[in-house]
């Protein structure tokens, strides 16, 4: 095991490096028409008809959800390789909606090669 951490530490940090910029994304997109202005200046772009700004709040959830899908797999494998108990971790995780269950609709959604797939299940002692 590398560097091994404890089950609160691994959390905190799939918390701050996922879920924190998951509703970063979410809210900032989803509130971006209500100040058109700040964003047309901060981003230079032209204010003639504010459409765009009509437009973000419905990128919001696939945006912060395309986010989640491509570094859950990475958190997964760091967490899973340093944890001494992964079952214990998945548990914390899934209560803090980090990760959804296994076999649930929504963890099909995780984003990462083969490879790493492999990995991730080798790590929670499950197979494909």
Sequence with gaps: MINSIDNDRAILIGVLLISVPVYIIMYSLFL???????????????????????????????????YWSFTIPSWKLWAYSRVENVASLKVQAIEKKLIWPDGHVFEKTEICNNKMRQEILRLEHRSE
């Design 32 to 66: 971006a028409p209500l100040f058109p202005k700040f964003l047309s200046h901060f981003f230079a772009i032209s204010i003639k008809n504010g459409t765009i700004f009509w437009i973000l709040p419905l990128l919001a959830l696939p945006l912060a959800w395309l």
